[in-house]
């Protein structure tokens, strides 16, 4: 096994992209990533994404991106697991750099969501979940959420209202994000006049619908210092999973192959929680950051929401979430999260998150959540000193 | 739903056939043929009574592409009495008279279909239990 590093980022802003074709989003990112790594050619591409055959009609992502990327020759494949297919794909870029099966390796996560209809968005995707016994029940995937975020306020007391920090904290952040489709504040205030959207999920608990592509490049480590002025080792790459379906889990309010996937993080890094600088956690919802934090070590059970309550998730606060305005205000566009928190963590430990600089930030982690809880993807960053 | 997928599910749709561990006793919902206690083969077949109560539910407005005509419906997660959780409808209830701790009985109901949608599906939703227990 060899050390990986990212050695270039890029991303689109996330939006509405009318204008935009899948391909070309991706082709994009992939260009400002390169050249953000100063390389003309990889020896691969990986391209996550969930939603392009429901979508968008197009499947066969790795070979249409490689060719409109200039790329055409070289291996390249389409990697999904739902949400968490950015994560993913960079999960397979790092085996194939760190098996010494490639050199440079360039992860690419994209989805068009906004070409569709409502109705049908939401059909697509609730195939996150699992088929025969949640969707086909006419379960959005909302819904889903929507009975672990009733349940946590059941079983722990908590009230709606009690979630906004979530919701400011994001928006704050993505304010000074250029990339960011939502750049604008919330106040408490307003989220508690949003609108229901399947109770007692609000509008300002949800991530947005949206299009956007992100793009890593990855190098051996022992090379990144030669071809990168600002490397990044990942320094723990750990995917966990658990059941599709919300009501197979042992306990709903545990997410235990989120838990899996950090602790073995956690291992392969040789940290755990307190080392951490900053976390980009999966905020699809806001009941997932809560069960995330937990999941990850930063709260006991039933204490995440907690943590937000008493302001520890902000920039200054003890363990700083969606820096970047996360997947509640950056957006969500499903297959390009994973990389797009990861672009982020990069952008911070280069010391280059301007406003939303984490002070002194060495070590960061990026977790993507597939489904409710069925594929989790941790990776953690470190800062190279010279 | 095609129908040869709906009609591999007809057991679980009409009569919440599930299964139950020789080794361990744990009754399983939906099937899967290994024990998720104890990780045993498990293939006995085993009926559940229906009845349970409400562990979490919602409202959805916005539904799915085929589930329209519902719009909106009550969801809930179901704890069945014999241990497992079931995602399902509620149906026969206003969507605020739902409580968690609520007790529920399964009824068959057309869950989805008709029209352009295909064949109509038949399956289990929960209604608020008026059956005496046995
Ligand atoms: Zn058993």
């Known amino acids: ?121 939401t059909m697509a995707l609730a195939m996150a979940a699992d088929g025969d016994y949640e969707a086909a029940q006419g379960l959005s995937f909302v819904a889903i959420n929507a009975l672990l975020m009733r349940r946590y306020m059941h079983e722990y007391g908590y009230s709606h209202q009690d979630f906004a920090p979530f919701a400011v904290n994001a928006h704050h952040n993505a304010m000074n994000n250029p990339h960011a489709m939502f750049r604008f504040p919330v106040t408490a205030e307003r989220f508690a006049r949003a609108k229901m959207i399947c109770d007692p999920i609000n509008l300002l608990d949800s991530s947005p619908i949206c299009d956007g592509a992100a793009a890593v490049v990855l190098a051996p ?20 999973t658990d059941t599709l379906a919300v009501h197979d889990r042992r306990d709903p309010l545990v997410l235990e192959g989120a838990a899996l996937s950090t602790r073995r993080a956690y291992e392969q890094a040789g940290v755990g929680p307190e080392d951490i600088d900053l976390f980009e956690l999966h905020d699809a919802f806001s009941i997932m950051a809560a069960l ?28 700083p979430v969606a820096t970047m305005g996360g997947l509640k205000a950056r957006g969500h566009p499903v297959g390009a999260t994973g990389v797009y928190q990861v672009v982020e963590v990069v952008q911070q430990l280069r010391g280059l998150a301007g406003a939303n600089q984490v002070p002194n930030a060495r070590l960061g982690m990026a977790q993507n959540i597939g489904g409710s809880g069925a594929t989790v993807i941790t990776h953690i960053l470190e800062r190279m000193e010279d | 739903m095609s129908v040869p997928r709906n009609w591999r599910l007809q057991q679980q749709r009409y009569c919440l056939v599930g299964e139950i561990c020789e080794k ?22 085993f009926a559940f009574s229906g ?31 014999e241990g497992p959780l079931v995602t399902a409808q509620l149906t026969d209830v206003d969507a605020d008279q739902v409580r968690i701790g609520m007790p529920v009985e399964m009824v068959t109901r057309k869950v989805q279909g008709g029209g352009e949608e295909g064949a109509i599906v038949y399956g289990y939703k ?9």
């Open chain 2, 51 to 81: 009845r349970g109560e409400v562990y979490s539910y919602s409202t959805v407005y916005h539904p799915p592409r085929g589930f329209e005509e519902f719009a909106p419906y009550t969801v809930a997660l179901v704890r069945l009495e």
């Open chain 1, 1 to 121: 096994m060899r050390d990986v590093a990212i050695i270039g980022v890029g991303q689109t802003k996330v939006g509405e992209h009318w204008d935009v074709s899948l391909r070309h989003l991706a082709l994009e990112a992939v260009q400002a990533a390169m050249t953000d790594a100063g390389v003309t050619r990889t020896d691969a591409l990986y391209v996550g994404n969930m939603l392009s055959g429901e979508l968008a009609g197009q499947e066969h992502l790795g070979a249409l991106v490689a060719d409109f990327a200039g790329l055409r020759g070289i291996e390249a494949f389409k990697i999904e697991a739902a949400c968490g297919s950015g994560a993913a794909a960079l999960r397979m870029g790092y085996v194939a750099v760190a098996g010494g099966l490639a050199d440079i390796v360039i992860v690419v996560g994209v989805e068009k969501m906004t070409d569709a209809l409502g109705p049908d968005t």
């Open chain 2, 126 to 134: 929960f209604r608020p239990a008026i059956r005496p227990t046995a």
């Open chain 1, 292 to 319: 995330s934090l937990e999941a990850a070590g930063f709260a006991d059970k039933g204490q995440g929401l907690r943590l937000a309550l008493d302001g520890e998730i902000g920039i200054d606060g003890r363990i």
């Open chain 1, 221 to 240: 480590a022992d090379a990144a210092r030669t071809l990168s002025a600002a490397p990044i080792r990942i320094v723990a790459s750990a995917v966990g």
């Open chain 2, 24 to 45: 361990c006793g744990a009754k399983i919902f939906p099937p899967r043929d290994v024990c998720p206690e104890c990780e045993a083969p498990a293939q006995t077949p």
